[in-house]
Every structure is written in structure tokens, then in C-alpha cells.
């Protein structure tokens, strides 16, 4: 099926606040909170066609999705640092993120009068076609370290090692979205599809200054 939607509006509102304090000198403490707010804003047309031929499936259809969540990114984040500059040009620090209010991306047709059109407000499979789904709360532990190197009193090397996921975790759905194929009396039968977060991930990086 060849699904297309016009008038669609958004509003993507938030803040984030980005705080950092050296202690002692060697010590620093970092600190970060964003917070969005994105959603739809009014009701969008749909119309559709089959996908092997021009045969029109339906047209101007009305899908309410205003006031739902604008999938595919965390809407809330926090995070927390500490960095640790050495003496000798070399560092080493550790972050904790915590993320939420993460939503599927909507389907746009199991919101419109069609879709429930058989059930009424109170049906158990009114919600379970309606409503938007919220991926879990998570959080991610990180590391991070570097040191500089002065070559013939002029040159620059530096090294930065960061490890992303410490612990590993591979159970994280970060991401996800409805099927626009859909089943009005299943909705479970073409299931949503969801990303994980990948493990633990490394990288290296090597800067040269001259």
C-alpha cells in the first residue's frame, strides 16, 4: 500500500541546561538536562492506493493524531560527569545518561473513525488500536580518557579512548515504530518493530598537531 498524508504540523518545543564545575583544580563535575515536548498538532488527510497498480483504496480520510508524540527520540534526558584532568596532560572521566519518554512512531491509519469504527470507547481493542506506545525508561553508564604528548617542543599526539554502553546492556529498545500494515480485528498480528541499543562499543582516536 502506497500511504500518503498531507498537512501534517508539528511542534517541537524544550530546554536544555549545561552545567560544569572544576574542584580542586583536577576536578570537574558536569551536569545536563534537556527536556522537548513534540508532538502533532492538527489532523492530516490520508488517502492511499494499492501498491502493484493505480487502484485508489481510499481518499481525504481524517487521521487524528493531533496531540500524540512525534516518535524515534527520547523527549527527556539527564546526564551526569566527572572528569579527572592529570598533571601531565592526561584525563580520564565517566557519564551516566538516563533517557525517557521515548514513543513509537504512530501509524497514522489505526487513528482515524475507519479503524475503531466496529468498537466503541470503552472496547479493550479501542485502546489497543488507539493508543501510543511508550518505550522504556534507560540509562547508559560511559567512560572516557585521553593524554597529550609533546614531541620536539612543538608538535602535538593526542589519544582518546571513549568506551560507550560500560555495561553492555543489549536489552535497550532506543527506537521503534507501528506498521502501517495492520490487522482491525488483531492488532498484535503485524507486531511493532523496535531497534536495541548495541553492547559496549569502543573507539580510538589519534590527533596529530604540527
Given at each position: 500500500?502506497?500511504?500518503?498524508?498531507?498537512?501534517?504540523n508539528?511542534?517541537?518545543?524544550?530546554?536544555?541546561?549545561?552545567?560544569?564545575?572544576?574542584?580542586?583544580?583536577?576536578?570537574?563535575?558536569?551536569?545536563?538536562?534537556?527536556?522537548?515536548?513534540?508532538?502533532?498538532?492538527?489532523?492530516?488527510?490520508?488517502?492511499?492506493?494499492?501498491?502493484?497498480?493505480?487502484?485508489?483504496?481510499?481518499?481525504?480520510?481524517?487521521?487524528?493524531?493531533k496531540?500524540?508524540?512525534?516518535?524515534?527520540?527520547?523527549?527527556?534526558?539527564?546526564?551526569?560527569?566527572?572528569?579527572?584532568?592529570?598533571?601531565?596532560?592526561?584525563?580520564?572521566?565517566?557519564?551516566?545518561n538516563?533517557?525517557?519518554?521515548?514513543?513509537?512512531?504512530?501509524?497514522?491509519?489505526?487513528?482515524?473513525?475507519?479503524a475503531?469504527?466496529?468498537?466503541?470507547?470503552?472496547?479493550?481493542?479501542?485502546?489497543?488500536?488507539?493508543?501510543?506506545e511508550?518505550?522504556?525508561?534507560?540509562?547508559?553508564?560511559?567512560?572516557?580518557?585521553?593524554?597529550?604528548?609533546?614531541?620536539?617542543?612543538?608538535?602535538?599526539?593526542?589519544?582518546?579512548?571513549?568506551?560507550?554502553?560500560?555495561?553492555?546492556?543489549?536489552?535497550?529498545?532506543?527506537?521503534?515504530?507501528?506498521?502501517?500494515?495492520?490487522?482491525?480485528?488483531?492488532?498484535?498480528?503485524f507486531?511493532?518493530?523496535?531497534?536495541?541499543?548495541?553492547?559496549?562499543?569502543?573507539?580510538?582516536t589519534?590527533?596529530?598537531?604540527?
Amino acid at each position: 500500500m502506497n500511504y500518503i498524508m498531507t498537512g501534517v504540523n508539528q511542534k517541537h518545543q524544550g530546554i536544555e541546561i549545561g552545567l560544569e564545575k572544576t574542584l580542586f583544580t583536577s576536578h570537574v563535575i558536569q551536569g545536563a538536562f534537556g527536556y522537548g515536548n513534540y508532538y502533532y498538532t492538527n489532523r492530516p488527510t490520508a488517502q492511499a492506493w494499492q501498491d502493484n497498480n493505480s487502484t485508489q483504496l481510499f481518499t481525504d480520510r481524517t487521521s487524528y493524531i493531533k496531540n500524540f508524540r512525534v516518535g524515534g527520540t527520547p523527549q527527556t534526558v539527564t546526564g551526569i560527569g566527572y572528569r579527572y584532568n592529570g598533571k601531565k596532560r592526561w584525563y580520564a572521566g565517566v557519564t551516566y545518561n538516563y533517557f525517557s519518554q521515548t514513543y513509537l512512531e504512530p501509524n497514522p491509519d489505526r487513528r482515524t473513525a475507519e479503524a475503531v469504527e466496529k468498537y466503541s470507547s470503552t472496547d479493550p481493542m479501542f485502546k489497543q488500536i488507539v493508543e501510543q506506545e511508550q518505550l522504556p525508561d534507560y540509562f547508559l553508564i560511559n567512560l572516557n580518557a585521553g593524554k597529550t604528548f609533546r614531541i620536539a617542543g612543538k608538535y602535538l599526539l593526542n589519544l582518546n579512548l571513549t568506551v560507550n554502553n560500560l555495561l553492555n546492556n543489549r536489552n535497550i529498545r532506543n527506537w521503534g515504530y507501528e506498521q502501517m500494515r495492520w490487522d482491525y480485528s488483531d492488532v498484535t498480528k503485524f507486531a511493532n518493530k523496535y531497534t536495541y541499543m548495541p553492547g559496549a562499543t569502543y573507539m580510538a582516536t589519534v590527533n596529530f598537531n604540527f
